[in-house]
């Protein structure tokens, strides 16, 4: 892969890491305490970026999916050791973690699931978890990692940097500090880890999609037992 390729790749992870951050800061300012305006503010930048993904990453996508499907039982596996090791090392680093964690953490939004509009926000919120899991993948582990594979040691440090970066990206998950979401750091360093050892980004994308899917099959639950009671 050429330099100014290489830069390139860097230059937009650096952009999106700031862009994010930056656009959840001014979400956050505008909407204060409301949810609901915090959501139609934030998913535009998230959307945004998962349509670039597609339409600029569409033909590695298809090729990668291709392969995927070619060895599928061997790919799966990949995919369950991932995401039982992303939870695994998530479980026993953040109680040391969590005592970074402010004293008086940022604000964080829920929606009343008593009401419709709660419900139907959860579900939309649940979905725009699997959207942004799969911009995280494409950012992090093919922008940020694997496009310098050609050079052991450049990749080796850019594993670290995306991963620290892809944890720090989630600064507002725990209550507005970065040391607290490193747990989400050495996550990042297993799905870019497993990346490396299968070779497909569909391995890091099914696993980070199978991982953040929690929240929409529990929004998902709540609808169907309020329509049966």
């Known amino acids: 892969m050429k330099d100014s390729s290489m830069r390139k790749s860097f230059i937009s992870v ?5 862009g994010t951050l930056l656009i959840l800061t001014l979400s956050r300012t505008i909407a204060g305490t409301n949810g609901y305006i915090y959501f139609f503010i934030s998913v535009f930048w998230f959307i ?6 597609i339409n ?5 996508l298809s090729h990668q999916w291709k392969d995927f499907k070619k060895m599928k039982w061997r790919h799966i596996l990949y995919v369950v050791i991932t995401l039982i090791l992303v939870s695994f090392i998530i479980q026993i680093t953040r109680p040391f973690f969590n005592q970074f964690i402010p004293k008086n953490p940022v604000y964080s939004y829920a929606y009343d ?3 419709a509009l709660g419900l139907l926000f959860s579900v939309l919120a649940g979905i725009v978890d699997l959207i942004v899991a799969f911009v995280e993948e494409i950012t992090y582990r093919y922008e940020g990692m694997y496009v310098y594979k050609s050079n052991k040691m450049l990749v080796s440090i850019m594993l670290i940097l995306s991963s620290i970066l892809f944890g720090f990206s989630h600064y507002y998950n725990f209550g507005g500090s970065f040391i607290a979401s490193m747990p989400y750091a050495f996550a990042g360093l297993v799905f870019g880890l497993m990346y490396l050892l299968s070779k497909n980004i569909w391995v890091p ?6 991982f953040n899917s929690t929240a929409i099959l529990s929004s998902l639950f709540l609808v169907i037992v309020k329509l049966i009671s």
Not at 14 to 18: K, N
Not at 48 to 53: P, V
Not at 56 to 60: D, G, Q
């Open 14 to 18: 650096i952009i999106i890491f700031i």
């Open 48 to 53: 945004g970026l998962f349509l670039r993904d």
């Open 56 to 60: 600029t990453k569409k033909e590695m």
């Open 113 to 115: 699931i008593n009401t």
């Open 205 to 210: 994308v099914i696993a980070h999609l199978l």
